[in-house]
């Protein structure tokens, strides 16, 4: 006799199952465990069970131990992709017939255990037609070790289950789909390829679903295979935990299944730590990088006047500003900063938001709501997108800068109480500018509004960074939106407009209304910086100068890129190879991140580089040649498979008027 006991519980109402469960557990923990099976049964969302059947069994002390299947998840679109893959993996284990045996879902639905068939004759092997085979007395190790046990965790069950089935005399595979109408995922497993996750194998609404066990083998073999199955405790060791859903309540499975998805599409994303101060390098796992993925395009936020700016701010005025703008949190730091941002960019008046996140959000949704209609570039920040939604207005994308697509929409719109049209002054991820002065003619002659978001326009674009108008030479947008989180070094947000917009705004903007103020430390930084940067115009000069120069040393290794600000794409394509490229880069001492899908399309994956005033020439030669030996061959043959042409053509062009660098 071992310690260990196999606890099973099971429950049906009106005759019909609503849960079941079972757990290899220590003698001691059997009763606690039990009533927490029970409990759990009680409080089931199909209804309370008027019958519970609680088991406890003895294990003899060799339980067989396994180690468990490895996972692998296949992130398919359609039912259609995922049973055609089914398919080809059933054919990898030598079975021909995938359709015909997944076409007996229909009749595994109503049995209490799985199918057991012969892969090759698919006639059906179990004793007892009506309940099937059921493989039981097993467990995932861990969760014994850990004390786990009575917490549900249905990936490590499945893969628990696959381990102990595939492991049974004469099984050759597995396929499953589960028969919860709203749960369309499913998996095919065998010793050779493991656990094969498949993330859509039915159709939604679909109740058909069950387990398949494949047979091949002599015929009074089949007793034994049932016996292992149903009779034989089996430990499961090394199974795999999803991400952080290990032993995370049922109520958890789909935020686990949603980021299992995104991990096999390799779109999972992690939170870097680097150390030391915001710089052109930080030490990243323990290991000095030149960053090439900064905002902080001047090197201002860690500039000592800045710093000190805060520090004495924070000394005098305390940590936190205590409250919204318009109850106590105005402080004088709060209104010199309002002042300077509105005479640094040209405007009536200006109004600061805790961050250009807010700013978006709430001058759009002040501005326009139900009956209006608000018109944005398909390209713009994703902060402008939740704008448009929440504001409630009718939305319409217009192509990206498409100024024709802009000026058709809003003919579209002349019934709408007002209008208001809205784009990137720099667009984030590819680095060119809007055309301000088109962009005002059409919005001016169809009597809309204008907002233009200059969170990568400040201190980069015009000749002293004060954004497209200083570059253009035309006059603001009605709306102009910046942050205090980039070129300036700091955070916050902020619009600059007449002074009856920024009246209204103060009235009617709620994330100005209901969120705390910014603390004055980080409000007299960003002034401190905006300080710095209309003395030391030579900031954005040299920027400009390094973005002209990695450009040209990226053409000189045979990659065309083009910019109008200080982010330069560089495409990639595929998703995964993007995340492997900059991963090499990063092996030698380069970060430049990958950015994918949703923040840009799907298969066009890009290499972000931000480039900052404080790159030294030899750090951006050597990133250049970096990415020239990782890229050179690929970029030309993604331009051609994706027919962007101009990819190559729109070279890099000498710094000069045309380009949004001067
Ligand atoms: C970064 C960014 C924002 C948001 O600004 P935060 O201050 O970071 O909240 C808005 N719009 C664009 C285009 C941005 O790049």
Redesign the pocket.
Known sequence: MSDLVSVKMRASLSGLHVSGAEKIVPVSSASKVASRLVERALSHERGTPDFINVKIESLPSDILRLKALPVKTHAVATPAEGRALAARLLAEAGIANADEIMARFSETHSLRGAMLLDADTLERLEPDQSRGVRATYMDDAAALARGTAGVKNHYAEAIVLATKVQNAPNIIAEICVSDDPDYVTGYVATCELGYRRIAVLKEKGDPNGGRIFLYRGPRDGVAKTIEFLEKTPVLVDDVPTLSSAANAPRRFDGLADALDERQAAGLSRQCRTLEGPTGPTAVVDGRELVVFAS?DYLDLARDPRVVKAAADAAKEFGAGSGGARLTTGTQPPHVRLENALAKFKGSEAALLYG??????VGAISALVGKGDAVLSDEL??A??IDGCRLSGADVLVYRHGDMEDLDRKLGACREHRRRLAVS?G?F?MDGDILDLPRFLEVTRRHDAFSMV?E??ATGVVGQTGRGLAEHFGCSLPDVL?G????ALGA???FVCGSKLLVEYLRNMSRPFIFSTAPSAAVVAAADAALSVLEAEPWRVERLRENVAFFVGELKAHGIAASTQSAIVPVLVGDERRAMAVSAALERDGILVPAIRYPTVARGSARLRVAIMSAHAREQLSRAASLVGRELSGEVKKFSRHMGVDTILTNDYQPVSAGTGLR
Do not use: Q, R, W
């Open positions: 905002n961050t250009g996140y807010m700013a978006n713009n920040h902060s402008i990137d720099v984030s978001d969170a990568h939106m942050t205090l989180s980039k955070e916050g947000g």
